[in-house]
């Protein structure tokens, strides 16, 4: 079983539409993240969260909002959807660092959405 | 404002020959760099970090070398196989902002036989 899940894997919706999409782990990370992939762009960060009671602001987080629900849970939701919203999602998560500077994170297989 | 660099969008590579994938930064303070592999419709995976404290690290095929006067490193992989066609990311995080990574935009490695 995949150790980072995203659900959906894809997802088409309309202008102005209110989406959610969830992200699972079994890795028993504290830290997870939200990104975003567009051609051309790389991976960019939107949300991010070091614990259940920690949300933090990524680089492009306009449009978006997050809830952690439980350490394993943490879920994206776009309030009204807008086409330049479409986009490859991706999930990941990471341990607490150790001190050593390891900042290894695990993805999940990703959200194609598309917002029409 | 493009912290991490790909500048080559896409390398053609025969199989048996080196790859090598490049990347260059700009912010000073990063001080830990990751590679990561992407094949399509899955998510990215982890290939090979390096410390500021090295200048080279090698996992297997793999090698990355950094040289940090130039803000700049490189993914070396000996010999290529098909079966490392696929994206490639590198990534960069400075300990004052604790695993949040900065991500390049990508390399594409066609290995082709």
Redesign the interface.
Known sequence: DAD?TQTPRNRITKTGKRIMLECSQTKGHD?MYW?RQDP??????IY?S?DVKDINK?EISDGYSVSRQAQAKFSLSLESAIPNQTALY?C?T?DT?AGT??????????TRLTVL | DQQVKQNSPSLSVQEGRISILNCDYTNSMFDYFLWYKKYPAEGPTFLISISSIKDKNEDGRFTVFLNKSAKHLSLHIVPSQPGDSAVYFCAASDSGTASKLTFGTGTRLQVTL
Do not use: I, K
């Open positions: 980072v830290r990104y051309g762009l790389g991976l960019r960060l991010y070091f990524g991706f990941a990471s660092l500077g390891d900042n290894e994170q695990f993805f999940g297989p990703g």
